[in-house]
């Protein structure tokens, strides 16, 4: 059988992708190894409209998150189950400096939308500790993304358009007319193999950053689940009584393992947004392929046009991806340009660096 795209992993930039790619019109087959530490898997599946320390609106969170709403909507019509939950975030003051800035920010007209409620002062809410009170922000929530991604695969498995198993490079055959793989056939191949991008033989020359991270999931009867917490971690209500915890950060150990000093960390954390008691029910780790800057790799392979790369989502694939695949997919069909952002030609130095050494080992 002779595919329009084969898509090689099934995380969040897969998934999104080859759904877009199917809606489009294009016949598909997906090949992933099912991972269950993927960082799909282990994401609290946060959108959060607010990048972090730098009191600044997230990266195109008016293009981003409208996109997502609709696409994770439109899933949860097709799957018949809720998957993505609307909740505001209740961002905590730590300091009384964190107050002033924000209170300023929220007086900007940009932000207005964004912005629910301030506080400064404490709600009063019994189990959570804010002296400085907070700022609730609204449009954001979370996904259930590993039950996303498993509806999704249902899908791909009982079409026969997914193989459950690990892509071998060593069976890909470039041709005129785009791939072969194993006696299969297709006009185009993308990789979305999340951190594991950095053995690609095609694309290792991109700076994929892999950053590992550790999320806890705790059992705590006195929260109010009506919102998620941020205050050094998010706290997102996954389930009754049940909150995940996230994340940590780790550039230097990109290994999988869960720690003592991340379990540490998170506990910390937590125990400074409320004092209640609180039992851990889960612990994992997954590696992020985060970017130096901050912005996804997306695009057609400089020397090998049957080739192309959706990847470096790093701590934002939930609210990212479902625009991104939209725009790949577009650019795949000749029908648009990807954003010059996003567009890994902005690499392109580092790739003739890249074939120049590769030139001089032989
Ligand atoms: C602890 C933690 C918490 C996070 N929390 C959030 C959050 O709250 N909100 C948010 O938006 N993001 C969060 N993220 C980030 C988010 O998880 C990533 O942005 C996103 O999952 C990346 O998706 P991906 O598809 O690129 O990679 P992955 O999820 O890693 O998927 C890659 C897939 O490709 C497969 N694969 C790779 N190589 C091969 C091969 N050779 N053959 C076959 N299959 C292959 C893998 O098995 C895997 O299934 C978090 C990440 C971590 C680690």
Redesign the pocket.
């Known amino acids: 059988m002779n595919y329009d795209f084969i898509v090689?992993?099934?995380?969040?930039?897969?998934?999104t992708l080859a759904y877009t790619l199917q809606k489009r019109g294009h016949q598909v087959l997906v090949?992933?190894?099912?991972?269950p530490n993927?960082?799909?898997?282990?994401?609290?599946?946060?959108?959060n409209p607010v990048a972090g320390k730098r009191f600044a609106k997230s990266w195109m969170a008016d293009t981003f998150i409208p996109f997502a709403d609709k696409f994770y909507d439109e899933l949860e019509e097709r799957f018949k189950q809720p998957l993505f939950f609307h909740k505001p975030i209740y961002k905590i003051f730590s300091t009384i400096e964190e107050q002033n800035t924000w209170m300023a920010k929220s007086a900007e007209d940009s932000w207005s939308e964004y912005i629910k409620a301030t506080y400064t002062q404490s709600t009063g809410e019994g189990a959570v500790q804010d002296p400085y009170g907070g700022i609730v922000i609204s449009k954001g929530g979370?996904l259930l993304?590993s039950d996303t991604l498993r509806l999704l695969a249902q899908e791909l498995l009982q079409t026969g358009n997914m193989l459950p198993?690990?892509?071998?490079?060593e069976a890909l055959q470039l041709t005129e007319q785009g791939v072969s793989y194993k006696g299969i056939t297709a006009n185009h191949l993308v990789f979305?193999?999340?951190?594991?991008l950095v053995q690609n033989p095609y694309f290792k020359w991109l700076p994929l950053q892999p950053?590992?991270?550790?999320?806890l999931e705790v059992e705590n009867e006195i929260f109010n689940a009506s919102c998620i917490y941020n205050k050094a971690v998010?706290v997102?209500p996954v389930v009754e009584g049940k909150y995940k915890i996230?994340?940590?950060y780790n550039w230097r150990e990109a290994d999988e393992e869960t720690t003592p000093s991340g379990k540490a960390e998170l506990s910390e954390k937590f125990e400074r947004i409320t004092a209640a008691p609180y039992k851990v029910t889960g612990h994992?780790?997954?590696?992020?392929?985060a970017v130096r800057d901050r912005h996804p790799l997306l695009g057609v392979h400089p020397a090998h046009k049957q080739l192309s790369v959706?990847?470096?989502?790093?701590?934002?694939?939930?609210?990212?991806?479902p625009y991104l695949a939209e725009r790949l997919a577009t650019a795949l069909e000749g029908e648009g340009e990807l954003l010059p952002d996003v567009h890994i030609s902005r690499y392109l130095s580092l790739y003739y660096e890249y074939i120049k050494q590769q030139s001089q080992q032989l």
């Not at 979305?192 to 594991?196: K, P």
């Not at 959706?310 to 991806?321: H, P, R, W």
């Open positions: 090689v992993g099934h995380g969040l930039a897969g998934s090949i992933d190894e099912p991972k993927s960082a799909s898997n282990v994401a609290a599946g946060l959108v979370y993304v198993e690990r892509f071998e490079m979305c193999e999340g951190y594991q950053t590992k991270g550790e999320v998010y997102v996230g994340a940590t994992w780790a997954g590696i992020r392929p959706f990847n470096g989502l790093g701590s934002k694939g939930v609210v990212m991806a």
